[in-house]
């Protein structure tokens, strides 16, 4: 941590890379966001179960969101840059130019999205080999992870795409490419959804066993033979075209990447909770479980040692804090079922209407509405006759399941208001059984967790965070800064400006508390804590 003599007029900058946007915000050196900016990135579903991305649609609006926070700001004062992203596959070829991820033979489509389930074929045939690299995600491995993805690739596209190709980056690993020149991969990448070890390295078996064994050639040089881990700084910093780009300094320090969940994780976890009578006060960070909710959902646990959670992904070590084993579970759809459910509805124009006359996102007048038509029982007790099952998109943990689809159960002929508000009231609790449980099959398999952390854009809805704490009988805590996730990759510009010591160290340095509003909650200063019902006697 850099002396209480430093300027205060020390910057970093955090890039954040979400399925629907990039974000980028200004981070000063005790972690406070100075400055914000978002913009939409475009997406394609040529078919069911396709969606694919542009890598150079997502680099100009990262340069579009860094010019903006930067603005009026003395760049002298910026010492280093960080990239999260989704673990999205982007193709290259030889000399680092787009190539098509599709039958329509689109070379601007060059990125196959993590959400992406087109590998349905390979992603078996791959759990049938029974490869020993399988029990570090679960026992099974996921069609959102990269070597099915690589697989369709070559069985589909093997003339348009594959015999061209060079590179294959995770898209956080892209980014720091593109910033620097330098091809190294973060060690969060490769490890989480690559198959790598951080103790072994690459399989060689494994790769062949599968059929990719082409990919061995060249010391692995298409999918990353030099491995850092997250925060490490690269090459000589930011190139003189990038710095052009994005508006920053050239030669700042740019860091080896994380997947976006882990920046969230990365950004929550270590949080100063001291004063709450939090269960976790005292313990080890250990017993907290990071969830970053929006599009889909992860859970993020870690331990000394490591523990094999059937149906859970990992454990990986050093995957998100150095030094720890990561436990990742995960839901596919989260925010994006609750939009599905919300927007399939026949009333949701009626919906919209009467939200935008108030001024008002359509859930926070949702959640309102729910609380007008609850009369004197608490609100959960409404979805009595009436049940989701989330799965729409497949189970991610802990069954483990791509060919699960979603159920509603309780329907009735009325398709009114009251109907869509209480179906969104289901959808929620169905998701934060999910999250119950995650919890309940790494609590069995040896993880001890007796609190939640969220960030997200779900973290935003007090509804949510509601559920999350009255079905898994845990308090919820969230962070003062909402914006967590970029808070975790600017943590990671820090690290490589050489101003910290370490990831640990700067994520310490982070906000800690800023307000505590739950209605069951009493008024210290503090991080805002959701507290299942059991708990509120208690504290009140």
Not at 167 to 189: E, I
Not at 487 to 495: F, H, K, S
């Amino acid at each position: 941590m850099p002396g209480g003599d430093q300027e205060l007029g020390t910057y970093y900058v955090g890039v954040d890379v979400g399925t629907g946007s990039v974000r980028a915000a200004l981070v000063d050196q005790r972690g406070t966001l100075l400055a914000f900016a978002d913009q939409p990135i475009n997406q394609w579903a040529p078919q069911f179960n396709h969606h694919e991305q542009s890598s150079e649609d997502i680099w100009a609006a990262c340069c579009i969101v860094t010019k903006k926070v930067v603005q009026g700001i003395d760049l002298n004062q910026i010492r280093g840059l960080g990239f999260d992203a989704t673990c999205s596959l982007v193709v290259l070829d030889k000399q680092f130019r787009p190539l098509p991820v599709n039958h329509e033979g689109d070379s601007h489509r060059n990125i196959i999205m993590w959400l992406d389930h087109r590998a349905v074929s390979q992603v078996h045939r791959i759990n049938e080999t029974k490869h020993s690299v399988l029990q570090y995600v679960g026992g099974v491995m996921s069609v959102e992870m990269q070597a099915p993805k690589l697989l369709w690739l070559k069985e589909n596209l093997r003339e348009t795409c594959w015999d061209k190709a060079g590179h294959f980056f995770d898209l956080p690993d892209f980014l720091s490419w593109k910033a620097t020149g330098v091809t190294a991969r973060s060690l969060c990448s490769l490890v989480c959804k690559w198959t790598y070890s951080a103790e072994k390295g690459w399989d060689d078996s494994f790769w062949k066993m599968v059929g990719l064994e082409d990919l061995v050639a060249d010391n692995y040089s298409k999918i990353g033979n030099q491995v850092l881990p997250p925060g490490t700084s690269l090459g000589n910093g930011l190139t003189p075209e990038a710095a052009k780009d994005l508006g920053l300094p050239a030669g700042i320090a740019v860091a080896a990447s994380l997947i976006d969940a882990h920046a969230g994780g990365l950004g929550v976890i270590g949080a100063d909770v001291r004063g709450h009578g939090l269960a976790c006060e005292g313990q080890p960070v250990t017993s907290r479980l990071a969830i970053i909710c929006g599009t889909s959902s992860c859970h993020m646990g870690i331990s000394k040692n490591p523990i094999f959670v059937p149906g859970v992904w990992g454990p990986y070590f050093s995957a998100m804090v150095p030094g720890f084993w990561l436990n990742e579970g995960g839901q596919s759809v989260t925010g994006k079922l609750i939009d599905h459910m919300v927007q399939g509805h026949a009333a949701f124009p009626e919906l919209q209407a009467k939200a935008t006359a108030r001024c008002q996102s359509i859930y926070a007048y949702l959640n309102s509405h729910l609380d007008l038509i609850k009369k004197a029982q608490p609100v959960g007790f409404l979805t009595v006759d009436l049940h989701v099952w989330p799965d729409f998109h497949g189970n991610r943990s802990p069954l483990a399941d791509l060919t699960l689809k979603g159920m509603v159960t309780g329907l009735k002929l009325s398709q009114d208001l009251d109907d869509l508000a209480i179906l969104y009231l289901a959808t929620v609790q169905a998701i934060a059984f999910g999250t119950r449980l995650i919890i309940e099959a790494m609590e069995s398999a040896g993880h001890s967790i007796s609190t939640l952390f969220l960030c997200g854009g779900l973290g935003k809805n007090p509804l949510f965070v509601q559920m999350h704490a009255d079905i898994t009988g845990m308090p919820v805590v969230l962070s003062q800064e909402v914006e967590s996730v970029l808070v975790g990759a600017a943590i990671l510009g820090a690290c490589a400006s050489g101003d910290f010591a370490s990831v640990q160290d700067t994520a310490k340095r982070g906000p800690s508390a800023s307000r505590e509003g739950s209605p069951h909650q009493s008024s210290h200063a503090g991080t805002l804590i959701f507290v299942p019902p059991e708990l509120r006697q208690w504290q009140e």
